[in-house]
């Protein structure tokens, strides 16, 4: 057994798990934080993407062990309060979702995405950034255009989203 | 996934003697192949060996004139480092389209050379660049290190330190990623430098990463795409699978080599 020590939304936590118990189980199962979505079996999908230490990696590639000590971030800990985070609020108005699935693990790999750019984004940079999250309903271009709003919003930049 | 046993050693030392310990561990690098593998239940290490938490295993340094890169570098940080950008960006654009971002935060150089995926990214670097791979027993050139599809030189307890290279004065690497998977179909890895001209292949042989002769001494007479307009590549032994024919990747094997020239 492992004994895990993290911080989860920033919550401190520490619990005793079987060694190949992997991160996006843990989140799930342990700490009942169901945001963060298993949507394929060979690490592909991106539906489990958290962030861990600000790093946006898949939470099923990983073993909870791995990521004793570290600040884990879910979709659950994105915003405090009611507020929603600006990507979060970017992909309600520009419909960047349909059946939801890929939702959280798409913002939290776009907040690591616009966060790594600094405001220097486009469409096509955005395509390439987000090649590791599937999404079988929206055919991205709202999925685009949401991550495009939101960083113009975060970093101030002119509207490039249209 | 089968039952393991997870450790995090604070030496390389430390992690050499758990594998010695332990016949049946493995070592655990960034386990964007390792982990995957073992949810599949392809691998069953009874124990897991994470290097990442290893502090001599990690950065980008550049001594005497050599670039030696840590074997638990993650590709995000390889293909972000400004010391390795103005030394060879060909090799920090090669870590910058490995996988995808989620991969490259945890992959790390020496997780992927020591698994020597056939269509792995970093071997054809590793080759063209004649790195030399220093571990926890010794030096091995590039040349004698990658010995077959997924595998090399290394001994059963060996851990991978760095890897180190003189930079060249050209270098780029070009690759046809399947998109689906991501991996190399083809790719090729061209340097021109002090030890003359080198070419190396991944993603297309049935052995693994390979030089290609015919290429390098036609771009040791003349380093420009047009000088590979006469060779034909042949299709034997190359692999040959449902996303590609072996004439195919023929084909993609000049086709990259100019892009690759082209970019240097």
């Known amino acids: 057994m492992a004994k895990l020590e993290m911080t989860v939304n920033g919550r401190k936590v520490s619990r005793v798990v079987d060694d190949r118990t992997l991160l996006a189980h843990f989140l799930r199962e342990d700490m009942q934080l169901t945001g963060t979505h298993v949507g394929c079996d060979t690490s592909q999908c991106g539906a489990c993407v958290v962030h861990v230490d600000g790093k946006a990696v898949k939470s099923c590639t990983m073993l909870a062990a791995q990521a004793s000590g570290a600040q884990v971030t879910t979709i659950e800990g994105l915003s405090s309060g009611a507020d929603l985070h600006p990507v979060q609020r970017a992909f309600n108005e520009h419909h960047g979702l349909q059946c939801g699935f890929c939702t959280t693990g798409m913002i939290m790999a776009s907040v690591d995405i616009i966060a790594r750019h600094g405001g220097d984004l486009d469409e096509a940079t955005v395509r390439a950034e987000l090649e590791g999250n599937i999404c079988r309903c929206t055919g991205y271009h709202n999925i685009v255009k949401a991550v495009l709003a939101a960083n113009a919003e975060m970093h101030g930049a002119s509207q490039a989203a249209e | ?264």
């Open chain 2, 1 to 264: 996934m089968y039952e393991t046993t997870y450790h995090r050693p604070a030496s390389v030392e430390e992690a050499a003697a758990l594998l010695a310990a332990n016949p049946d561990a493995k070592l655990l690098a960034g386990g964007q192949t390792l982990v995957p593998t073992m949810k599949q239940r392809l691998a069953a290490p009874s124990d897991l060996v994470d290097l990442r938490h290893i502090a001599a295993l990690r950065g980008i340094s550049s001594e005497g004139g050599r670039i030696i890169i840590g074997a638990a570098t993650p590709h995000a940080e390889v293909a972000g480092d400004a010391t390795l950008r103005a030394a060879c960006p060909g090799l920090a654009d090669l870590a910058a389209h490995i996988g995808d971002p989620h991969v490259r935060y945890m992959g790390t150089l020496g997780g992927s050379i020591a698994n020597n995926d056939p269509a792995a990214d970093y071997p054809s670097a590793m080759l063209a660049l004649g790195a030399t791979i220093h571990t926890s027993k010794r030096d091995i050139g590039a040349d004698d290190f990658f010995t077959g599809m997924f595998e090399t030189a290394l001994d059963e307890d060996e851990i991978i330190i760095a890897v180190s290279f003189a930079p060249p004065e050209r270098a780029a690497y070009a690759k046809f990623p399947n998109p689906a998977s991501l991996y190399a179909m083809t790719g090729v890895f061209v340097t021109k430098g002090s030890a003359g001209v080198r070419v190396a292949v991944t993603g297309a042989g049935s052995d693994g990463v390979f030089r290609q002769a015919e290429m390098e001494a036609a771009l040791s007479a003349d380093f420009s795409p047009a000088a590979l307009d006469g060779i034909t590549v042949s299709p034997e032994g190359l692999l040959e699978d449902l996303h590609a024919s072996a004439a195919y990747r023929a084909s993609l094997i000049k086709t990259m080599a100019r892009r690759a020239v082209a970019a240097a």
